[in-house]
């Protein structure tokens, strides 16, 4: 078999970002440092964006390159180019509105027909889930793979695929491509820090790539209590009340609670955010009435807890 790509997309979503904070572009093949023929097979990815992504090739020998790979629903570029003996940088750009994402790598061409560096060699590139992402231990996290070869047209051969954790072993998911190339599975992982490690193997070389991900536990709701104003208090319509709460946590510091008052007559009054100390304090004036106050208070991943007290509001 000549050069083995192996491409695998995942998500349940480096390169600079751009347009979004998962925007990125990455050169997959050619290998950093390969040496190549003059036509060259280029794949790329694009992650995040919109559908209006354009992307294009260029070398610092030869400019601009004339490419059609457009990404497809994956965001997988595949383009063919023919480039000048010598050595290239060759860059890989992705555009989205007025954001850039880019990648670059070095390649040495060669006369027609020099075999690559890397050409029995298996590449493998794991691209998703995204480095740095994060997951729940209950979420069912779906694999995607797809092979890339210049030459498959006798199929994939004997090919060993294996997913593994840092935490949780050998991964059961897909472990042969079908006949497009495609690798799909799904699995949970426990809580933790992982490092996903995809390593394939032709019986001749083999290749690994790895990410890190966290994988997030059960989450223990926030707690809150209302300390000022007591339930059943009065006060006139032009005095600014202290309101204050104290909130914690069992993962989230109390710097990272948010607190949110509303009230029964006037609706939304603040927001504020803990203190070290886990209080929540701040000051609003309410209209005559009787007033239910609720304050809620949400932790970083999105779970909130409510408490209400009541306050009686008259003219001065």
Request: aromatic share 6%.
């Amino acid at each position: 078999m000549s050069s083995l790509l192996l491409i695998v997309l995942a998500g349940c979503d480096d390169a600079p970002p751009s347009a979004s904070d998962d925007f990125s572009v990455r050169v997959l093949h050619p290998l950093d440092e390969d040496t190549l023929g003059r036509e060259v097979n280029l794949v790329g990815l694009v992650q995040g964006g919109s559908d209006e992504v354009s992307v294009w090739w260029e070398s610092t020998l030869d400019g601009l390159l004339d490419t059609d790979g457009a990404p497809d629903e994956d965001g997988v570029i595949f383009a063919t180019g023919t480039l000048s003996e010598g050595t290239h940088e060759l860059w890989l750009y992705a555009e989205d509105y007025d954001q850039q994402a880019f990648d670059s790598i070095t390649v040495s061409i060669g006369p027609d027909g020099t075999v690559e560096a890397s050409g029995e060699a298996l590449t493998v590139a794991l691209l998703s889930p995204v480095d740095g992402s994060t997951h729940e231990d209950d979420e069912q996290i779906s694999f995607q793979g797809m092979l890339y070869s210049s030459d498959s047209s006798s199929g994939w051969g004997d090919l060993s695929v294996r997913w593994n954790s840092s935490i949780d072993g050998t991964l059961t998911v897909d472990d042969y491509p079908d006949s497009e190339g495609r690798l799909e599975g799904t699995t949970t992982l426990s809580a933790g820090t992982h490092t996903i490690t995809l390593s394939v193997s032709d019986g001749d070389d083999s290749h690994e790539d790895s990410i890190s991900i966290e994988v997030l536990g059960f989450n223990f709701p926030p707690q809150i209590s209302i300390s000022t104003p007591s339930d059943g208090s009065s006060f006139e319509s032009d005095d600014q009340i202290y309101l204050k709460a104290s909130v914690s946590d069992k993962e989230d510091d109390p710097t990272a609670l948010e607190v949110s008052w509303s009230s029964s007559l006037d609706g939304h009054l603040i927001t504020v955010y803990g203190e070290k100390d886990g209080a929540a304090r701040g000051y609003s004036t309410l209209s005559v009435g009787s007033h239910t106050l609720t304050a809620i208070v949400t932790d970083s991943r999105g779970e909130l807890v409510s408490t209400s007290t009541t306050v009686s509001i008259t003219k001065p």
